[in-house]
């Protein structure tokens, strides 16, 4: 399930833009880094929408200093005692040291614009964003207390990896587990909102990405089931242009609207009044 | 049962012994030293038989799930059910060969059949894309189930897929959501679901029609969160390393129960589903008779608060450092 990597040509690789100058993957141009940071992590010249760490994610959306992690507890750990070039646990141990999280996903709670919201971020720098046990344990229940607590829920994906290989069937049923708990939100008619960002593949895509009342899509993110190079290796040609971007899905009916960094915040805000949330 | 066929590599010893005792049958008279021959023979491919089963890699048991001869849906459907009555299309935008539905009979129970189909002949294999389904069979799948729910039906899916479709228009027309909704909708639906994986259970194209209250799975089929040769291409940048990462990624009939994923394993008659189909129906329609008659008598809100729950417990991490 877990997917291909973004491709490179285009499209940012994790990686925040740091030091005084950088090159913008976008448009190639050199820019100031402070600038794009001030924009909310966004190239000056054209837009392009670089990689943001789901600790930066909800800091941006967020109004400062209303956050509170729920959860934070939970670890990972190795069931199946999975080893490929190298063992999971080294691996897990590994990404925490380099990211500072301890699994892929950040739930808690905190205020949109004054509106009180559970929200869950995935960050794609750890294990390529991938759901296991940990991600979807951590979903499930920010899920299940939003709707106890009559609460709208916004997820934002950012998961090249789909469902984790290191957890096996585990981390499948994660998509299911996930699943069951925004059918039951649902049910009690709470709101969910699900925003897209680079990348979000694989049974990341194919579960609560794909299940909001309102689906946004940040500008340009890879978005799809299958990775691009499955595809090409399955049906031997290549891929249109455009294939699998955001403006793709929206085109073909699968996200309501593209919405910029800058007006994420504002857009969400206006979705939970509509609602009445 | 005996016809010889190309088996395994791995089965090599079983079909030697095979072909030594029909050669042996062909005989126009069988002396009583030729008929103790035979019996001796039968005895030790019997026993061979056994060793090899009981005693297969994860990779093995992947090649057996794919065996050409195993059984498919569609054989189920002729050997399990009194009638079957296709219902076609997903009323959107096609008919997908590659996930089929209908009305069935089992044991006169009326239930309502959702399976992959995989094909038998090369036509019939690229008809359905070797059982890989588009977003068109996973919509046809929710469509059905949610009619027959509408009128107290069961349902009952076998799984038998690679993965669903990696494709243009699979993409175009929304694989990642029309997975997403049957999960959403089956972990709700208001009737008994079953779920067998009765070959391969491969990824979100087997969860697609996977989420219901009783899931099991027959002895040598593998329920994978990705195939070997996926997982050795990404992990091992090779897919010479399959059968490392079909041993990694734990995903047999021994794995699956004490995981927590999979209730119920149906046992194969002894050489795999292939060697006898219609002992492997027989096996499976007693477990589908069977299961059917407890589930009905659960009452609806009990029988979905157990499968929310099911589902909800799927999972292993430290909870303040307790696993």
Same mark, same amino acid.
């Given at each position: 399930?877990?997917?291909?990597?973004?491709?490179?040509? $285009?499209?940012?690789?994790?990686?925040?833009?740091?030091?005084?100058?950088?090159?913008?993957?976008?448009?190639?141009?050199?820019?100031?880094? /402070?600038?794009?940071?001030?924009?909310?992590?966004?190239?000056?010249?054209?837009?392009?929408?670089?990689?943001?760490?789901?600790?930066?994610?909800?800091?941006?959306?967020?109004?400062?200093?209303?956050?509170?992690?729920?959860?934070?507890?939970?670890?990972?750990?190795?069931?199946?005692?999975?080893?490929?070039?190298?063992?999971?646990?080294?691996?897990?141990?590994?990404?925490?040291?380099?990211?500072?999280?301890?699994?892929?996903?950040?739930?808690?709670?905190?205020?949109?614009?004054?509106?009180?919201?559970?929200?869950?971020?995935?960050?794609?720098?750890?294990?390529?964003?991938?759901?296991?046990?940990?991600?979807?344990?951590?979903?499930?229940?920010?899920?299940?207390?939003?709707? /106890?607590?009559?609460?709208?829920?916004? %997820?934002?994906?950012?998961?090249?990896?789909?469902?984790?290989?290191?957890?096996?069937?585990?981390?499948?049923?994660?998509?299911?587990?996930?699943?069951?708990?925004?059918?039951?939100?649902?049910?009690?008619?709470?709101?969910?909102?699900?925003?897209?960002?680079?990348?979000?593949?694989?049974?990341?895509?194919?579960?609560?990405?794909?299940?909001?009342?309102? !689906?946004?899509?940040?500008?340009?993110?890879?978005?799809?089931?299958? =990775?691009?190079?499955?595809?090409?290796?399955?049906?031997?040609?290549?891929?249109? $242009?455009?294939?699998?971007?955001?403006?793709?899905?929206?085109?073909?009916?699968? #996200?309501?609207?593209?919405?910029?960094? *800058?007006?994420?915040?504002?857009?969400?805000?206006?979705?939970?009044?509509?609602?009445?949330? | 049962?005996?016809? &010889?066929?190309?088996?395994?590599?791995?089965?090599?010893?079983?079909?030697?012994?095979?072909?030594?005792?029909?050669?042996?049958?062909?005989?126009?008279?069988?002396?009583?030293?030729?008929?103790?021959?035979?019996?001796?023979?039968?005895?030790?491919?019997?026993?061979?038989?056994?060793?090899?089963?009981? *005693?297969?890699?994860?990779?093995?048991?992947?090649?057996?799930?794919?065996?050409?001869?195993?059984?498919?849906?569609?054989?189920?459907?002729?050997?399990?059910?009194?009638?079957? !009555?296709?219902?076609?299309?997903?009323?959107?935008?096609?008919?997908?060969?590659?996930?089929?539905? =209908?009305?069935?009979?089992?044991? *006169?129970? $009326?239930?309502?059949?959702?399976?992959?189909?995989?094909?038998?002949?090369?036509?019939?294999?690229?008809?359905?894309?070797?059982?890989?389904?588009?977003?068109?069979?996973?919509?046809?799948?929710?469509?059905?189930?949610?009619?027959?729910?509408?009128?107290?039906?069961?349902? #009952?899916?076998?799984?038998?897929?690679?993965?669903?479709?990696? =494709?243009? =228009?699979?993409?175009?027309?929304?694989?990642?959501?029309? %997975?997403?909704? *049957?999960?959403?909708? &089956?972990?709700?639906?208001?009737?008994?679901?079953?779920?067998?994986?009765?070959?391969?259970?491969?990824?979100?194209?087997?969860?697609?029609?996977?989420?219901?209250?009783?899931?099991?799975?027959?002895?040598?089929?593998?329920?994978?969160?990705?195939?070997?040769?996926?997982?050795?291409?990404?992990?091992?940048?090779?897919?010479?390393?399959?059968?490392?990462?079909?041993?990694?990624?734990?995903?047999?009939?021994?794995?699956?129960?004490?995981?927590?994923?999979?209730?119920?394993?149906?046992?194969?008659?002894?050489?795999?589903?292939?060697?006898?189909?219609?002992? &492997?129906?027989?096996?499976?329609?007693?477990?589908?008779?069977?299961?059917?008659?407890?589930?009905?008598?659960?009452?609806?809100?009990?029988?979905?608060?157990?499968?929310?729950?099911?589902?909800?417990?799927?999972?292993?991490?430290?909870?303040?450092?307790?696993?």
């Amino acid at each position: 399930m877990a997917s291909d990597q973004a491709k490179a040509t $285009k499209r940012s690789k994790r990686g925040v833009p740091e030091g005084l100058w950088q090159r913008c993957p976008g448009c190639k141009r050199v820019i100031f880094g /402070k600038e794009a940071e001030k924009r909310l992590g966004v190239c000056p010249e054209c837009g392009h929408h670089f990689y943001l760490s789901a600790k930066d994610r909800i800091n941006q959306l967020l109004d400062s200093g209303t956050f509170t992690e729920w959860d934070a507890h939970l670890r990972p750990t190795d069931p199946l005692e999975f080893r490929d070039k190298k063992a999971y646990v080294d691996r897990l141990q590994a990404e925490q040291k380099r990211t500072g999280l301890s699994d892929a996903a950040i739930t808690g709670s905190g205020m949109i614009r004054a509106r009180r919201v559970a929200i869950g971020v995935t960050d794609s720098a750890f294990i390529m964003g991938s759901m296991g046990s940990v991600v979807g344990e951590r979903l499930a229940r920010l899920v299940e207390r939003a709707t /106890k607590d009559d609460l709208p829920v916004i %997820i934002v994906s950012g998961s090249g990896g789909g469902a984790r290989m290191h957890e096996g069937m585990l981390s499948l049923m994660q998509m299911a587990k996930v699943s069951a708990a925004l059918a039951r939100h649902d049910q009690h008619g709470g709101l969910f909102i699900s925003v897209q960002t680079n990348p979000t593949m694989g049974g990341v895509a194919a579960s609560f990405a794909a299940l909001g009342d309102v !689906v946004f899509a940040e500008p340009e993110a890879l978005i799809g089931f299958a =990775g691009p190079r499955t595809i090409e290796a399955t049906i031997r040609v290549e891929l249109p $242009k455009g294939f699998q971007t955001s403006e793709f899905q929206l085109e073909h009916g699968f #996200v309501d609207r593209i919405v910029p960094r *800058n007006k994420l915040k504002s857009e969400i805000a206006r979705v939970i009044d509509y609602c009445g949330k | 049962m005996d016809t &010889m066929h190309p088996g395994l590599a791995f089965e090599q010893p079983i079909y030697d012994l095979i072909v030594a005792r029909q050669e042996l049958e062909k005989l126009p008279e069988i002396p009583a030293t030729v008929e103790d021959e035979i019996r001796r023979l039968r005895r030790e491919e019997a026993e061979i038989t056994k060793r090899i089963y009981g *005693n297969l890699t994860p990779w093995q048991t992947v090649q057996v799930a794919r065996h050409k001869n195993r059984p498919h849906t569609s054989d189920y459907l002729s050997l399990v059910c009194e009638e079957f !009555v296709e219902l076609h299309g997903d009323r959107r935008f096609g008919d997908d060969r590659a996930l089929i539905t =209908g009305f069935a009979k089992i044991d *006169n129970a $009326k239930i309502l059949i959702v399976g992959h189909q995989k094909g038998k002949t090369y036509k019939e294999r690229s008809a359905c894309f070797f059982g890989c389904a588009h977003p068109e069979g996973y919509r046809k799948a929710l469509a059905k189930m949610k009619f027959a729910a509408k009128f107290g039906m069961p349902v #009952v899916c076998l799984i038998d897929t690679p993965g669903a479709y990696p =494709g243009v =228009g699979a993409e175009e027309r929304g694989q990642s959501q029309a %997975i997403a909704e *049957n999960m959403y909708e &089956m972990s709700r639906l208001r009737t008994p679901i079953i779920c067998v994986v009765i070959g391969e259970g491969g990824s979100g194209g087997a969860l697609g029609i996977g989420v219901g209250d009783n899931i099991a799975m027959l002895q040598h089929a593998y329920y994978s969160v990705i195939s070997p040769e996926g997982c050795a291409g990404i992990l091992w940048k090779s897919h010479e390393f399959a059968e490392q990462a079909a041993t990694a990624l734990r995903f047999t009939s021994k794995d699956l129960p004490g995981l927590g994923v999979v209730d119920d394993v149906i046992e194969e008659p002894l050489g795999g589903a292939h060697r006898d189909q219609h002992q &492997m129906a027989t096996r499976l329609k007693a477990y589908l008779s069977k299961s059917l008659r407890q589930l009905r008598e659960k009452p609806l809100d009990e029988l979905l608060e157990a499968r929310y729950q099911k589902f909800r417990r799927m999972g292993v991490f430290l909870d303040n450092g307790k696993a």
